[in-house]
């Protein structure tokens, strides 16, 4: 059962009327410089932008509020290897929806973490992970453990550029099997910075600007046109490439 926008597990996230915003980190970075509430309409969601505009962060302090370990993984993983979350989490609300039976939060830059802290679990635990050590597969094939064995449907997922490990084929895998978990109840909430990944059919795209979260599609965003004209021309950007060196 594909969820209705009515049956979501987070509907929206809004800051309280009453959080402070110091002229600080992280409301200084363009995502929350004048954000006040995302709203969640579709089953899928992608949050986009250039490095630096906040991305992560919202989304961190969205898993944090959700339930999540900060660097990653299901609800029941409590593990710091350092300390590093910003306190949003503490400033935002959740409208919520249906409860998940689960979820998992993908963060690429700490799932070598998450894959260290599988090792310290009770035995068992790596069935869920297609029974082999996550660290004696390389990056791209531990995610794919992850997206083959662990996610079963009707829960929450909430990742973190889960394309960066993964080659232009296995992000086409990555496609198909969120169609297949969307499928069966479950609701993803996206931060990328690929257009195959942000093409999944009627997935919802907001992109940070300088101007703060816009609601947009594939072809508007700033990643599909570079990528755009990289592909139909190379030629004329690397010249250009040249031309600002010297």
Do not use: W
Not at 115 to 121: C, D, G, H, K, V
Not at 222 to 246: C, I, N, T, W
Request: glycine share 8%; hydrophobic share 35%.
């Amino acid at each position: 059962m594909t969820l209705s926008e009515e049956l979501l597990y987070i509907k929206y996230v809004r800051l309280k009327e009453d959080a402070e915003r110091p002229d600080a980190y992280p409301y200084t970075v363009p995502a929350l410089a004048n954000f006040s509430s995302l709203r969640f309409r579709k089953p899928v969601t992608f949050i986009v932008g250039e490095n630096g505009m906040g991305k992560s962060t919202l989304l961190e302090a969205i898993a944090v509020k959700a339930g999540f370990n900060a660097e990653g993984g299901s609800r029941n993983f409590n593990f710091a290897t350092r300390p590093s979350h910003s306190q949003l989490c503490e400033q935002i609300v959740l409208g919520r929806g249906l409860s998940p039976r689960d979820g998992y939060f993908l963060r690429a830059e700490s799932f070598y973490n998450v894959a260290s802290e599988l090792e310290q679990i009770a035995d068992g635990v790596l069935q869920y992970y297609g029974d082999r050590s996550l660290h004696n597969q390389s990056h791209g094939e531990s995610v794919l453990s992850l997206l083959s064995h662990r996610l079963f449907g009707n829960e929450l997922y909430i990742f973190d550029e889960p394309e960066a490990a993964l080659s232009p084929s296995r992000q086409m895998y990555l496609l198909c099997r969120m169609k297949q978990l969307v499928e069966r109840g479950s609701q993803f909430i996206v931060s990328t910075h690929s257009p195959i990944v942000m093409a999944y059919p009627g997935a919802e795209i907001y992109e940070i600007t300088d101007d703060g979260l816009q609601l947009t599609g594939l072809e508007q965003t700033s990643h599909y046109m570079l990528m755009k004209r990289f592909v139909l021309d190379p030629a004329s950007l690397l010249r250009q490439l040249d031309a600002d060196g010297e």
